[in-house]
T-cell receptor
Framework: EAQVTQNPRYLITVTGKKLTVTCSQN?????MSWYRQDPGLGLRQIYY???????DKGDVPEGYKVSRKEKRNFPLILESPSPNQTSLYFC????????????FGAGSRLTVL | AQSVTQLGSHVSVSEGALVLLRCNYS??????LFWYVQYPNQGLQLLLK??????LVKGINGFEAEFKKSETSFHLTKPSAHMSDAAEYFC???????????FGKGTSLLVTP
């Protein structure tokens, strides 16, 4: 089944403890992206990757890092999480063919205490 | 920059009534427009997309949307609401780069018996 898989789905952590949210897609998509969803703000893009070893900042990149060493994986790294990073995170991917349709993962709910 | 505005953060309808969720876009170029739905504790699922082929777009689950350039609108409708339609709905437009999507803040649809 074609899908985007995120892990963990739920995580509670404490301020300053580094964490990584993994994202993997099995559709051979070139483009991958991370969004965060907050009440009343909709989805905002954190980082995106056009292809392997090519990443760039989205609208809200502060406090996050990403890497794209393999085409299928695009982990989101929080080096020193803070409470304002408590949010629902979505990974998405798309192919460059077709009409810009993003396929989303199921989401990762992160709470930073 | 391409953007969308969703009018009404919460909409309540009775089961069997018409569903109308409003979205207005701002775009300097002919836009690609999308509606996504998010059911509780799930990721975003594509409902329908407009890519300039036809102004009336039919999607899944009986939803449709009409692109009106003169009104810069892309409202989502469904003739008869079902309880299972209760969800968060997001309108989105392709960004300037053409790769990312810019999302509206979402509309939560409540369907009452």
């Amino acid at each position: 089944e074609a899908q985007v898989t995120q892990n963990p789905r739920y995580l509670i952590t404490v301020t300053g403890k580094k964490l990584t949210v993994t994202c993997s897609q099995n559709m051979n998509h070139e483009y991958m992206s991370w969004y965060r969803q907050d009440p009343g703000l909709g989805l905002r893009q954190i980082y995106y990757s056009m292809n392997v070893e090519v990443t760039d900042k989205g609208d809200v990149p502060e406090g996050y890092k990403v890497s794209r060493k393999e085409k299928r994986n695009f982990p989101l790294i929080l080096e020193s999480p803070s409470p304002n990073q408590t949010s629902l995170y979505f990974c998405a991917s798309r192919s460059y063919s077709g009409a810009n349709v993003l396929t989303f993962g199921a989401g990762s709910r992160l709470t930073v205490l | 920059a391409q953007s969308v505005t969703q009018l009404g953060s919460h909409v309540s309808v009775s089961e069997g009534a018409l569903v109308l969720l409003r979205c207005n876009y701002s775009s300097s170029v002919p836009p690609y427009l999308f509606w996504y739905v998010q059911y509780p504790n799930q990721g975003l699922q594509l409902l329908l997309k407009y890519t300039s082929a036809a102004t009336l777009v039919k999607g899944i689950n009986g939803f449709e949307a009409e692109f009106k350039k003169s009104e810069t609108s892309f409202h989502l409708t469904k003739p008869s609401a079902h309880m299972s339609d209760a969800a968060e709905y997001f309108c989105a437009v392709s960004s300037n780069s053409g790769y990312a999507l810019n999302f509206g803040k979402g509309t939560s649809l409540l369907v009452t018996p």
